[in-house]
Each structure stands twice: as structure tokens, then as C-alpha cells.
């Protein structure tokens, strides 16, 4: 992994398209602005995880007895 | 055991499969659904139907058919909030041969936390689009922050129309 330190409005080109800039430091947060093509697709590091991690939660769930009763009366038929 | 891929079909016939909710039911082979690269966690996973007791319930599975014990209870987006537009790149959706994103049916997966009902939350984030015409899906990212991988059900149908 390729690592450099940049201050507040310095930033990064990546493949000559890609700009990443440091636009605040405020704590231990950092405000990270992007400017890239459309077709560069831009996640948070952690959301293939975090979709993994729903996936198999979701695949536990139980059958429920009556799952359209939890649903307001005007609600359980589609529309 | 079930033929050909989706699209070579053209039978009549019903077929038996074993669903985790609803035990062994009767489907048209032709409503089975592939999912070229599975689903996230569940990669290997390639063949689905979406399967439901009634008609018009809001909730149905999304049943793997070749493990009864996995199905995924999903969910129309647009019957649990007013709006959804979901931003996947058209890049990713090559593999259901749908870069437009018209006329495809999309679902959400919904977890029920175990005793929990009102918690239950849907997947706006990572949604399930099916380009029923070919019978392919897929599951997707969408890059809008606003969509949530945990929805709450509940309070997005009380800010519904």
C-alpha cells in the first residue's frame, strides 16, 4: 500500500482522472473530497462487509407466524 | 433436479421445490431466477425463486433452490417507501445485461432481529435487481449514502405518502 501524508487542501491524482483532496481535519476525522469520472465506482472501504454481514443476518431470519400483520392495515396488500 | 439455465425453457410444467417457509411447493421452472455471481456472502448460491403463499403479500422469499434452508425474506422497495431510485453503475449491471436499469423488478432484503418484529429493518443499499425478462439478478450497491444497509421498516412506512 502506497502511503502519504498530505495536510488540509493537498491532494492525491490517481491514473491522472482520479483527485482525492483532504478538505478538513477536525479530530480524528477526516473529510475526504473526491473527483473522479463516472465510471470509477467510490464506496466506503467497509460496505462490501457490511452487505456480506446483512446477507447472513437476514439469511437467520426465522419464518415469522403473520409478517403482514406487523404492517399498518392500509399497508399489507401491495398497492 | 432442474434442466437447463432459465431461458431455455418453454415447458408448461410445474416443478417441486423444497422452501424454508412453506415446505414443498409447485413453481413454473421458468420463474427460477440466476444469479451469475450469487449474492454477497452467498456467491456460490446461483439459482433462486421468489416464493410467497399469497398473491399479493407485501413480504415474499427470495428461496435458493438448491439449499432449502436458505431464502431471504425480501421486499418491494417501493411498497415500504414513497421513492426509490437505487445508483448502480451501469458497468455492474452487465451481468444482468440491464446497464439502463428498465424494466427490471427490484427487491430488498429485510432482517427480522430474532423476537423483534418492529426492529425489522430492509437493505436499501444493496439491492436485488431482476431483469425478468432473461431471468438473471444480481445483487448491487447502490452509491447514493442516503440508502441505507439498515432501514427501519417501520419508520419508513409511517413517512410513506
Known amino acids: 500500500m502506497l502511503i502519504l501524508t498530505r495536510k488540509t487542501n493537498e491532494s492525491i491524482i490517481i491514473d491522472d482522472v482520479t483527485e482525492i483532496m483532504v478538505v478538513d481535519i477536525k479530530g480524528d476525522q477526516v473529510k475526504i473530497g473526491i473527483k473522479a469520472p463516472k465510471s470509477v465506482r467510490i464506496f466506503r472501504g467497509e460496505i462490501y462487509e457490511e452487505i456480506q454481514k446483512e446477507n447472513i443476518e437476514a439469511a437467520k431470519t426465522q419464518v415469522p407466524k403473520d409478517l403482514d400483520s406487523l404492517l399498518p392495515p392500509s399497508r399489507r396488500k401491495k398497492k | ?161
Open chain 2, 1 to 161: 433436479m432442474i434442466a437447463a439455465m432459465p431461458q431455455e425453457q418453454e415447458t408448461k410444467e410445474t416443478i417441486t421445490i423444497e422452501t424454508k417457509a412453506y415446505g414443498s411447493m409447485q413453481i413454473d421452472p421458468s420463474s427460477i431466477i440466476y444469479f451469475p455471481d450469487g449474492i454477497f456472502a452467498f456467491e456460490q448460491q446461483r439459482k433462486f425463486a421468489i416464493v410467497s403463499d399469497k398473491e399479493d403479500a407485501v413480504f415474499q422469499w427470495l428461496q435458493s433452490i438448491d439449499d432449502t434452508q436458505l431464502a431471504f425474506l425480501v421486499a418491494n422497495p417501493l411498497d415500504i417507501t414513497s421513492s426509490y431510485q437505487p445508483a448502480i453503475h451501469a458497468e455492474d449491471l452487465i451481468t444482468i445485461d440491464k446497464p439502463q436499469l428498465d424494466d427490471v423488478k427490484i427487491w430488498c432484503i429485510v432482517t427480522i432481529p430474532p423476537n423483534e418484529p418492529k426492529s425489522m429493518t430492509i437493505n436499501l443499499q444493496g439491492p436485488l435487481i431482476v431483469n425478468s425478462s432473461k431471468n438473471l439478478g444480481g445483487q448491487f450497491i447502490s452509491s447514493n449514502e442516503k440508502h441505507n444497509v439498515r432501514a427501519s421498516v417501520v419508520d419508513l412506512m409511517e413517512q410513506k405518502d
